[in-house]
T-cell receptor, first 112, second 109 residues
Framework: DVKVTQSSRYLVKRTGEKVFLECVQD?????MFWYRQDPGLGLRLIYF???????EKGDIPEGYSVSREKKERFSLILESASTNQTSMYLC???????????FGPGTRLTVT | GQQVMQIPQYQHVQEGEDFTTYCNSS?????IQWYKQRPGGHPVFLIQ?????EVKKQKRLTFQFGEAKKNSSLHITATQTTDVGTYFC?????????FGGGTRLMVKP
């Protein structure tokens, strides 16, 4: 079974803090994605990566950055957290030849 | 970017009733995927539709892709309490997914 894990299920941070969200997948997938999920808006793509050290902006990259130093790990970074970044963050991965995305359990981030 | 609209946003049904969620786009979709997210869970892939007019079935679930590839639907026959959750459609273009807003299904036993 494909497994995608995320470092925390719940996280509370203060405005202005630097926040790291970690995602690890164990199936040697080339592609990894970060989404945020807000009620009524579905999932919106923040950043994705096709390979180690490669990153591409998604639909809403502002206020975020990412890092992919190893194939299995994709990190989302909030340089200076703001209250409007309070959300559920979901990581996903897929192979280059497949199309089904496998999601992690999500991190519910609250910025106060 | 591409926008995928999904309706309704919420649906309450009595157990045993049918349920349908619709996904619409103003432009032609490459293909469409459907995911289910249980309450407190994460999205889980259900199916992908690629061909114009394609219809696929999974037990009580019927997925349809419009002839013009601008809309899709998911129909559940005789809902059960296990069907509770949010159903998302998403266009898959080059491994990037653009999601609709989701339809939250609630089933009264």
């Amino acid at each position: 079974d494909v497994k995608v894990t995320q470092s925390s299920r719940y996280l509370v941070k203060r405005t202005g803090e630097k926040v790291f969200l970690e995602c690890v997948q164990d199936m040697d997938h080339e592609n990894m994605f970060w989404y945020r999920q807000d009620p009524g808006l579905g999932l919106r793509l923040i950043y994705f990566s096709y390979d180690v050290k490669m990153k591409e902006k998604g639909d809403i990259p502002e206020g975020y950055s990412v890092s992919r130093e190893k194939k299995e790990r994709f990190s989302l970074i909030l340089e200076s957290a703001s209250t409007n970044q309070t959300s559920m963050y979901l990581c996903a991965s897929t192979t280059g030849s497949s199309y089904e995305q496998y999601f992690g359990p999500g991190t519910r981030l609250t910025v106060t | 970017g591409q926008q995928v609209m999904q309706i309704p946003q919420y649906q309450h049904v009595q157990e045993g009733e049918d349920f349908t969620t619709y996904c619409n786009s103003s432009t032609t979709l490459s293909n469409i995927q459907w995911y289910k997210q249980r309450p407190g869970g994460h999205p889980v892939f259900l199916i992908q539709l690629v061909k114009s007019g394609e219809v696929k079935k999974q037990k009580r679930l019927t997925f349809q892709f419009g002839e013009a590839k601008k809309n899709s639907s998911l129909h559940i026959t005789a809902t059960q309490t296990t069907d509770v959750g949010t159903y998302f459609c998403a266009e898959n273009a080059g491994n990037m997914l653009t999601f609709g807003g989701g339809t939250r299904l609630m089933v009264k036993p």
